[in-house]
């Protein structure tokens, strides 16, 4: 009996060389692709032909159907895998939850307090979206985010509650916007910008009424940055809405006017125990307690200051930034990384200790803390804007287009948070970022 070797064997050597050849030509596209970045349509042109090639190769080599389904099933699953893998990554979960249609969204009046964020009158848990407790109302908003307290601002009066359990402490008949609070007194802003109203944190009774409208800052006029009240000890007090330079700096505790000659129309708000205020082509820093002039130092831009640590940075004409000491006024200037060709503090509205400004530097796309000298790349970045930030936490939603290795952009965000973590890449034109929480087309991603 004479055995004839099994058909589809080395009998066939052209079909073998066929397929051999087919390979070689999608392994040459693939390589080529990711030297000219010719984008995506060739790529996966190259690697259908490699794993036609491939697989054209195992139906020759195998020994029944069955087995050559196997083997070619197995050897395309695993050369699609390997070439799609280092394009979009590994597969990713990340914990997300929708926002329900009627809901309110996150915004710039949200905040957060350990695992919850206040959207409008509702605590929802930040890992999963699931209501903790709710005081709704037409108009309801967080008037002042604590650990201790959330005093929520309906649309009769105002709630202060009990963070973990949503239970009522106190009610009072104030209605408003939160602007300033000290841990013991909150100002709210009447929603006519008519009056100024001081509450007891403890008991919600009324301490003291001033008319006039009072706001967060002055910014070539007077400003609230849509964001629950800040931690200070003075608030700005605006007694004529039609004179943008009339404006009072007045104290929590007793609604006494400190400083009655705070010029309202470019730039001014207060920092740690020092008013700042532009003057001219000037910073000035004053006593709050007096209106005592401490300094003046020379900017180029003293109606763009960011932070509010102990250091505050203003933007220069040049590849740098300038750092000045809000004790002393002493100003120093600060040149970025090597390699930088562009310096952007990131909006002008970054009120937390660190600040960072994006960089323009050869190898792509950075953020850059000044005041520490740390640099955080952004993998991949062709191009880069901030999308908002959010005053009262720090996070800073970034929009922009990474480029992978074949040269195909996509458009994509990011959230960043205030001590430097950037998140991983997010599909998407438009994000928004509050306090954690990365939000786009409805879904909500907690990054921390």
């Not at 250091?311 to 600060?334: K, L, M």
């Not at 790349?377 to 191009?383: E, G, N, Q, S, T």
Request: charged share 20%; aromatic share 4%; net charge neutral.
């Amino acid at each position: 009996m004479i055995n004839r070797p099994y058909a589809d064997d080395v009998s066939h050597p052209r079909r073998y060389a066929a397929a051999g050849l087919v390979v070689l030509v999608g392994a040459g596209l693939i390589l080529t692709t990711i030297g000219w970045r010719w984008g995506h349509l060739a790529y996966g042109i190259g690697v259908a032909a490699v794993v036609g090639g491939v697989v054209w190769v195992v139906t020759l080599m195998a020994r029944g159907t069955v087995t050559r389904l196997a083997l070619s099933a197995g050897a395309a699953v695993v050369l699609v895998a390997g070439a799609v893998v280092p394009v979009t990554g590994l597969p990713q979960s990340p914990p997300q939850w929708k926002i329900p249609a009627a809901a309110q969204r996150p915004n710039g009046e949200s905040a957060r307090t350990g695992d919850l964020i206040i959207i409008g009158g509702t605590a929802r848990h930040a890992r999963t979206g699931a209501v903790a407790w709710a005081h709704e109302g037409p108009d309801a908003k967080p008037l002042l985010v604590e650990d201790s307290l959330v005093v929520i601002g309906t649309e009769d009066g105002s709630i202060g509650v009990d963070p973990p359990t949503g239970r009522e402490i106190w009610r009072s008949t104030v209605t408003g916007r939160g602007i300033a609070h000290d841990r013991k007194v909150l100002v709210v802003a009447a929603r006519d910008g008519t009056g100024a109203t001081a509450l007891d944190l403890t008991t919600g009774a009324t301490l003291w009424r001033q008319s006039g409208r009072p706001v967060m800052e002055c910014d070539l006029g007077p400003v609230d940055r849509f964001s629950p009240a800040r931690e200070q000890s003075h608030v700005l007090l605006v007694r004529d809405e039609g004179r943008k330079g009339n404006a009072e700096l007045i104290d929590l505790a007793g609604g006494r006017t400190t400083i009655a000659d705070v010029d309202c129309s470019v730039a001014a708000r207060l920092v740690g125990e020092v008013l700042l205020q532009a003057d001219g082509k000037k910073l000035a820093g004053r006593s709050p307690a007096d209106g005592r002039p401490l300094w003046s130092t020379p900017v180029e831009q003293p109606w763009h200051v960011d932070g509010s640590g102990s250091t505050v940075f203003t933007p220069t004409d040049r590849a740098e930034v300038v750092g000045i000491d809000v004790t002393t006024g002493r100003s120093r200037r600060i040149a970025p990384p090597p390699g930088t060709r562009t310096v952007r503090l990131v909006s002008g509205e970054q009120r937390t200790p660190d600040v960072w400004a994006l960089l323009d530097v050869d190898s792509g796309a950075a953020l850059w803390n000044p005041g520490t000298g740390r640099t955080v790349k952004v993998p991949d970045a062709v191009a880069i804007r901030v999308g908002n930030v959010d005053v009262s936490s720090g996070w800073i939603g970034l929009s922009g287009t990474t480029r992978d290795f074949t040269g195909a952009t996509t458009r994509t965000c990011w959230a960043f948070s205030p001590d430097g973590r950037l998140s991983a890449p997010f599909p998407g034109a438009v994000c928004l970022v509050e306090d954690g929480l990365l939000e786009t087309s409805g879904d909500v991603y907690p990054i921390r």
